[in-house]
């Protein structure tokens, strides 16, 4: 049984949880938990050459292909960065999972969640993280959060809509999984945002 606690921040584009991702590391930090801070899709060597495909914005494919590269990403991230961290008794914090995949994939692209659900189960088993993180923000905020980027990617230029159905996607997934899932809204002020995150780690803390 694994020792470490699997943690994961998730949100629509412009939500802000990557501007929590560094704090929440320090705050683990800071009460003595080793971390491992990492990405999806990323996280290995192989995982950044297939991110470096999915985001970029010259690049079509089929929903499908899409899903399937995201899940290709996290089999190899599973096996050289997730597991051999928790196993170690290291906490791993990671910008995104596999919500984002039912949230993007699914509720964004419209991809039937029974295939999905399929390759989750094929490429994790019964992993799921401790604690998922979801950041909130109406699609209105997010979208003029991700304006100000200059050179959006792939997902970042999509349009308000597919924004929407992402985001009622990942609340859909909150409903379905509220012990694991917890909502934390990301529209109020940075220090209400760190205040809710604090709040929200501390039973696992106070655990592990």
């Given at each position: 049984?694994?020792?470490?606690?699997?943690?994961?921040?998730?949100?629509?584009?412009?939500?802000?949880?990557?501007?929590?991702?560094?704090?929440?590391?320090?705050?683990?930090?800071?009460?003595g938990?080793?971390?491992v801070?990492?990405?999806?899709?990323?996280?290995?060597?192989?995982?950044?050459?297939?991110?470096?495909?999915?985001?970029?914005?010259?690049?079509?494919?089929?929903?499908?292909?899409?899903?399937l590269?995201?899940?290709?990403?996290?089999?190899?991230?599973?096996?050289?960065?997730?597991?051999?961290?928790?196993?170690?008794?290291q906490?791993?914090?990671?910008?995104r999972?596999?919500?984002?995949?039912?949230?993007?994939?699914?509720g964004?692209?419209g991809?039937?969640?029974d295939?999905?659900?399929?390759?989750e189960?094929?490429?994790?088993?019964?992993?799921?993280?401790?604690?998922?993180?979801f950041f909130?923000?109406?699609?209105e905020?997010?979208?003029?959060?991700?304006?100000?980027?200059?050179?959006r990617?792939?997902?970042?230029?999509e349009?308000?809509?597919?924004?929407?159905?992402?985001?009622?996607?990942?609340?859909?997934?909150?409903?379905?999984?509220?012990d694991?899932i917890?909502?934390?809204?990301?529209?109020?002020?940075?220090?209400?945002?760190?205040?809710?995150?604090?709040?929200t780690?501390?039973?696992l803390?106070?655990?592990?």
């Amino acid at each position: 049984m694994k020792q470490g606690k699997f943690i994961t921040l998730e949100g629509i584009d412009g939500a802000g949880k990557s501007t929590q991702l560094a704090w929440i590391v320090e705050l683990l930090q800071r009460v003595g938990r080793p971390v491992v801070m990492t990405r999806e899709p990323g996280g290995t060597a192989l995982g950044e050459q297939l991110r470096a495909l999915l985001l970029d914005k010259t690049m079509t494919m089929h929903a499908e292909t899409e899903a399937l590269l995201m899940f290709a990403a996290r089999r190899e991230h599973l096996d050289k960065v997730i597991l051999p961290a928790l196993a170690q008794d290291q906490w791993v914090i990671s910008d995104r999972f596999t919500d984002a995949s039912f949230a993007y994939q699914s509720g964004g692209r419209g991809l039937d969640s029974d295939k999905l659900a399929i390759l989750e189960q094929w490429v994790q088993g019964g992993l799921q993280p401790d604690l998922t993180l979801f950041f909130d923000v109406p699609v209105e905020v997010g979208q003029e959060r991700i304006s100000q980027i200059k050179n959006r990617d792939r997902f970042e230029q999509e349009q308000a809509d597919f924004f929407q159905r992402v985001r009622i996607a990942y609340l859909d997934r909150a409903k379905q999984f509220p012990d694991r899932i917890k909502i934390i809204d990301s529209s109020q002020s940075l220090a209400g945002v760190k205040a809710a995150v604090e709040q929200t780690l501390q039973p696992l803390l106070n655990y592990g």
